[in-house]
């Protein structure tokens, strides 16, 4: 996990150091935090669906902590996961303190290596933003932010993002759900990085290989309410980047 971590950390520094544009973080002046989660799709892992063996990719038990305190939280979906839930695509429409926006269609590395994501060809880049938004907008969501699948990503595919309308948000916070060993992990990762206008990157799909987010968020969402962080939608916390 130490060196998913790293990996990580070493791949999002080099990232914002080649395309510039990627937005981070909003002001530091408030006590105001983004709770975000990535919902991945994949072929494979729609293939693991199709034949039984992962029962879901959609991890409820973290709808009803958001619930249960009250928050607002943004959400980067893949098409191919709205494809497989739409009722829960539409239960996130009727809750007002939920933001929905685009996570490419089927999650793969636009730029390479990235984390074992399968690649994507240049001609392909911009069916895999504009699916979504298509989709996104079915829904009468308009969508206004992009996120690029494992933060890979160069100037150039920013440039195609921003030419189609989107603005490219990451985060500075990773949660490092995806592999974790245990919650606590996850919890000390989040806790050791928040700050004022950060944003904290979670998945909300759940599987075998993201185990532990809505343990972690038990934990998590009362120590970030104690040190008085508000939960805000994206576009709020950065309606003054």
Known sequence: MKRFLLLMMVC??????IAPGIITNGARDKPRIALTFDADMTPGMK???DSGKVKSYNNTKIYVLLEKYKLKATFFLTGMWMELYPDQVKAFLKNPRYELENHSYSHPGFLQPCYGLPGVAEKNKISQVVKTKTLLEKYGIKNKFFRFPGGCASKSDVALVNKLGLEVVHWDVIGGDGGAGDAKEIVKNVLTQVKNGSIIVLHSHGGPKVRFTDAALKTIIPALLK???QFVKLEELLQSH
């Open 12 to 17: 999002c520094s080099s990232v914002l150091a």
């Open 47 to 49: 293939g693991l669906l």
């Open 227 to 229: 040190r008085g962080f």
